[in-house]
Each structure stands twice: as structure tokens, then as C-alpha cells.
């Protein structure tokens, strides 16, 4: 019988540690945190220093009963959930509801610590424990009755301002913020058009393009040249005083070092695998829970990588020997420096004394381990090695070269670089967001020229362009942004991210983030009526001083009471005095074409539009692109079920093909037809599978015969038959745990396979 029980948060963290820990140790889950506050008002009492009123999780109830008993028949408890904050106080509520229960008299009660599940690290950790840590629990005690204060506040008084259903939350609305004001300097942006002016080289059989820098002893600024005529003025006047080369006016070679890139923290971890594999943030922190929790990979389960919730750029000694000996026989003495580089952490707010994000042991080689992963878990941990690895590596080294080119009273210049010395770009190169087409230019190879030469010139052209607006934000991008501006912390962008997209403020247009209509209406309300709670400055002070009460200097009660009391008084003013049209109409500086009353931006049920402020006396509306949409717009085709005339109606979710017949005739299409698939309809055997989406914008696949056949899947249909049961279609299915699969839609067939689409 076990003496002891130990308390991880997941079932699969459990089975790792039990295997290091021996007889003496039962290893139980909690399955994340036990209980919350009461979903209810009151359930924070600010008029009693915030006492908060807890209640078990209901999931949850079962996995406590568990440990209940269990701990009845051992001697001491170790509690051992992640090492963060959040992790601190799941220990700290198991610790109270055991006290509470009684089963946790006479016996021992411990805190212990795993920055990484392996042998050495889990039985080092059980020799030493300590008590739990009221400061860090205070300081998340502190942010869930934040979040819980500026939800339970703020919520209703948007169902009541805006619409029913909204909600707001204390980090996620400054997040918004961002979004919403980058898409506002993409609108107002104004673009401008400028010419570049290139000379087109050849030397040495090979092809050079150089641009004109300098034009009668002037720079030449980016709009200098701003229309076709004065471009082709200057590309005439040079081609006649070049007649046909140009002199080598000189040569500039440099000598550059490119550094690697610091080992992974949680938010560049979330930038990289969000820009070179395509994850969104809360997909990596999942697979990367994976890779830390313990994977089999052939000597039982281990785990892979450290703790990945860090800010925290240092690496441990023993790490560092163990990376240094790898680089040295992989990659030879010659790519290992004279030290080890020595990182500094950068941000002011490091919860804990984490590591940066690493393997396990640089021993364990990504290729020798692949066939133990799923996909994705070997795409993030080869990406956690080489960025690991390479952070040891020597420099890369470059030489660069400018050469400028002299045509009369002209100036052009060709940049390059050659890499003499990859070092740690053999292994790993970190990417960039926005990369512009300059950045490129330097990358090119030139042919080896002198001072004096002379260059045949091809010819003298001129190129437009047009000044792009800001882009919009990426997952990578925003999640540099929330850092930058110290919103949220490690452990909460993926869930800043995951939160404004259920809401539905926010729709991913190729990837980038675009408000939605609410999502500005939001916006505009809280910057309006709650500016200092969605000011950047002011939120990131809020997790400073959270901060601060996980370090002890200073008190969690008075800063909820700082922050507490303007609140409550800026909620019952705007509760008061501002109403529902102030938040839902923003008024615009043209009459209405109808009565001459003023127009408004105003939010609908299908969004927002413009609509004229006497409504209901006056009823003209259009939508925001400027067309009158009172009008339905007719197509040159008829309905196949009455044969009345198409129109182009707008319905709640935007545009669509409809029956002018209607209510008589409820024919109805999507304006965008759905994508063939070119399968068969396994069902119906007389339709074609097509690619349809949701209402919501989930994509499903279904028999373009409905309503005749109903039938429909969430997995995109394969044209092939299934070797175990003869149904005529497979489908591929993506799961967290094990990537890419191609299975039977029948459910009790049970076929799968690995599938991996081919590159």
C-alpha cells in the first residue's frame, strides 16, 4: 500500500511521474482546478476585504472524491500541480477542501515543483519540498476577482447599452482595442503612389538591377518621383547620357555577424510556430502540454520538454553542458564558441524562476523520435530543438557589398551578401511578420566588381508602387503587440486570442484579425465611456502590480480596493446617465437624402449601417459601402422552382440568392456556390459531396441533393473505399493527439490510418 499521495493536474503527467516515484507513491490527477467562484453576484463581497465564495467545479466533483479516500489510507500528500500561479493555487484549494473534509489530520502536507518530467528532475523536486506559497496564490486570487469584478460589472451593462449576450473582459478589451485601432488606420489610410527608378547591369554573364539613389547631387526621397511622366522623363534623359554603360563609382564590402536568436519563452514560441507552422496559439500551447506532460518514446513515458508557461530566457548549467556536447558532436568543435552564451531575460515581469522553453536532453534528436509523435507534436518539439540548439551555435558570418554606379550626374546602388559562415543558421533561422521586399534586395549575389569598371546598362526603367496601409494583425503578431504592451501574461495570450473569437469580435480574414461589427460597437463603448480600463499603460500596471503581490511587496486586498471603488462609481454613472443610441449610433456629417435630418452609423441585427437618426418617421437606410439597400438586386437568371426572376437579398448573415416569389416561393441558394469535392454522396448514390460553411463559418461537407439526402460530415471525404467494411468513402480526420488520420465515417467500423497530405 502507498505511504504517500502525490496531486498533478492531468492524468497524463500522472502516469509519468508514477513510474520515477516507485511503490511507496500514488499519483492522482485533479484534472485542472477543483473549484471557482460562485457563478453568481456577490460571489466576490466588496464590503468585506473581497472574500471570495468558492464552489466545486462539477466536473470535477468525482476526481476530489478520489483523492479524498485515497489520502485516507496514506501517510502525507504531495502537491504537485504546475509551477505557476495557477498551479499554486489548485494546491492551495485541494490543500483547504481536504482541511475542510478532515482527512488531512496528523498528516503531512507538501508543495513540490516539476520544471520538467524526468526521472532526475521529479525525484530531485520530491527531496525538496516547501509550503505553498500564499503570495503567488494571493496574486491569482487577485486577478480571478478582477476578471470576475470587471465581468459581472461590465456585461450587463452592455446586454442593456448594445445588445443581449455581449460581455467584456479586463485584458481581452484592450486586445480588442489594438484590433480595432489597426483596422481604423487601415481605413483612414490614404495611399500614395512613388516610382523607383532601376537600371538593369549585366557583368560578368550575370544580371545585376541597381536603383537610383542620388540625382544631381540629391538624395532621392521616396515620393520625389510621384507620376508616370516625370519617371519616364528622368528614364529618357539618363538612357541618352548613359549611351548604353555606367561607371563602377564604388565598392563597399563589409563584414557582418548575425547573432542567434534567444531559446524559446511562451510568447516566441507562440509567434514562430504561429509563422512557420501555421498553429494558432492555444493549438501550441496544447501540443506543447504534450510534450512536457510525458510521451513514450520507446523507454516509457518522458517528458520531452520544460515547463512551457515562461518568461524566462535562461538556461540551466546542466543544460547547457548537455547542449554544448550535442553541437559539438553533431555539428563539429568549429560551430561551438569558446562559452556558452548567456541570455538575459528582457521581461521586467518573470513570474517565477523558470527556464526557457527546452528539450529535455539535446541527446533526444527529433528525427530519432519522430515515429513516436503525432505530426503536430514533431513539428513544435523539431522546432523547440533547432531554436534550442542554435542558441548555443556561433554566429553567422557575412559579407556584404554596395556598389554604386555612376551615370552622369546619377547615382544607382546594388546591394548584396554572401554567407561565409553559416554557423547557427545551419540548424534554425528565425522568421519575421511583415518581411518587405527591400529586405530581399540584400540577400542577392553580386558578381565581383572594381572601382573604374565599366557595366553595359540594359536599360533604365521606372517601377510604381503604392504605400501600403499597416497590415493587419496576425496571431504572431498580436501576441508581440499583448507583450510589448505588458497585456496578459505568458499563460493567458492563448486564451486572450481563443476568447475575442468565441465572442465573435473578432473573424480571421487569411489569417489576419478584422473586427467584427459588434466587436467595433464594443470597442467604441468601452474606449468611450471606459477609457482608463482599456488604456494599454493602465493595464499593464494592473499586472505589474499583480505581480508585485506574488513577490510579496505589497498587499492583495488594498489593490482591489484601489481599483474597486473608481469602477463601481464609473459603472453606476454610464448605468445612469449614457443611453442605448449614444453607444449604437455614432452620428456622421451628412443629412439624410429623404427629411435632411442628420445620418448615423447605427448597429443592426445584421450588423452595422447607415440609418437616418428620425427612425421610425423616417425609414432610409443603406449599408456602409454607400449603396441604398432597400432595392434587392436582380440576376439575369429564374428560380428552377417557380421560375420567377433571382434577386440578391441581405439576411442576418449577410448576402443571398432568393425567390422574388417569396413567402410564395422559399427557394433560397448561397451567392457562393459550394466547392465539388468530385465524391460521391455515399448515401444517396445520385449527388456530389460538396464543401459548404456553417452560419457560424465552420466548413462541413454534404450531398448538394439536400434536402432529398440529408447526408453530411465535419471531415473532408476521400474517394475511397474502406478496406475494412466497404463503405464507399474515407474521410480525414484531425485530432490534438494524433494529428492526421484517415478513418471510416462509420462509426462503428472504427478504421483509421496515419495520413500525411503530400507537400
Known sequence: MPKYLVIVESPAKAKTIEKYLGKDFQVMASYGHVRDLMPKEGAVDTEHDFEMKYQLIEKNIKHVDAIRKALKKCDGLYLAPD??????AIAWHLQQILLDAGVLKNKTCARVVFYQITKNAVQEAMKNPRDISMDLVNAQQARRALDYLVGFNLSPLLWRKVRPGLSAGRVQSPALRLICEREADIEKFITQEYWTIHAALSADKQNITARLTHLKGEKVEQFDIGDSKKSQTICDDLTKKAKGKCRVAAVTKKERKRHPAAPFTTSTLQQEASRKLGFSAQRTMQIAQQLYEGIDTGDGPAGLITYMRTDSVTLAQEALTDLRDCIQSRYGKENLPAEARVY?????????????????SAMRIPADIKSS???????????????TIASQMIDATLNTVAVDFEISDALFRANGSTITDPGFITVYQEEDDDKKISDEDSEKILPPLEEGQTVPVEAITGEQHFTEPPPRFSEASLVKALEEFGIGRPSTYASIIATLKHREYVDMDNKRFKPTDVGRVVNFFLT????????YHFTAKLEDDLDAVSCGEIEWVPLLENFWTPFKTLVTDVQDNVKRSDVTQEPIDEQCPKCKKQLSIRLGKRGRFIGCTAYPECDYTRNLSGDADSTPETIDRACPDCNSPLLIRHG?????IGCSGYPKCKHIE????????????????????????????????????YPECDYATWNQPVAEKCPNCDWPILTIKITKTKGSEKICPQKECGYSVPFEEAQ
Open 528 to 535: 468611450k465611456y471606459f477609457t482608463m480600463y482599456v488604456d
Open 670 to 705: 448561397p451567392l457562393e456556390q459550394p466547392e465539388d469535392t468530385k465524391v460521391e454522396c455515399p448515401k444517396c448514390k445520385q449527388g456530389q459531396i460538396v464543401k459548404r460553411k456553417s452560419r457560424r463559418g465552420k466548413i462541413f461537407f454534404s450531398c448538394n441533393k
Open 344 to 360: 538575459k531575460t528582457k521581461s521586467k515581469n518573470a513570474q517565477e524562476a523558470h527556464e526557457a522553453i527546452r528539450p529535455t
Open 373 to 387: 509523435l503525432t505530426i503536430e507534436q514533431f513539428k513544435l518539439y523539431d522546432l523547440i530543438w533547432k531554436r
Open 83 to 88: 509551477p505557476d500561479r495557477e498551479g499554486e
Open 652 to 656: 442576418k448573415y449577410g448576402k443571398f
